[in-house]
């Protein structure tokens, strides 16, 4: 009976030890930052696997949505109510590129980098991007270290 105790003891305490290792950011979404208006800061974040990320409504009529193209194969894109917050978990390692929907053309774009692979930079690179949301993004995947395969 001790021994069945203490292995389930162990293994509450191992799965306990795996939930604590994840970490929870923010990411406000406002009207001016640091880096002029709308904005996300921080608009580029790296994370672990597993981590969370809370898009926090500092100013109304912001939302977080993935931008189409720009997450890893197989992950799952979200989409934020506008003037609310939303919490997603990264689980997929790779790039995900993200947008205020309103104010996308005015370059309120953000990236946040899942571990270290970034396998899916060619086909974020790819993605079109409206108005000041192109050069903001190209600075973002710039941010990441990876460099993109040459055209053959």
Known sequence: MFKTLLMAASAAALLAAGTAAAANHEVKMLNRGAAGMMVFEPAYLKVA????????????SHNAETIPGMLPEGAQPFKGA??????????????YGYKCMPHYGMGMVGLVQVGDDTGNVDAAKAV????????????????????????K
Request: aromatic letters at 4%; hydrophobic letters at 40%; a positive charge.
């Open 82 to 95: 506008l003037s609310k917050d939303v919490t997603v978990t990264f689980e997929k390692e790779g790039i």
């Open 49 to 60: 696997p597993g981590d969370t990320v809370t898009f926090k409504s500092v100013n109304p």
């Open 128 to 151: 079109n991007h409206p108005g000041k949301a192109k050069k903001v993004m190209a600075e973002l995947i710039s941010k990441t270290g990876a460099t993109v395969a040459a055209a």
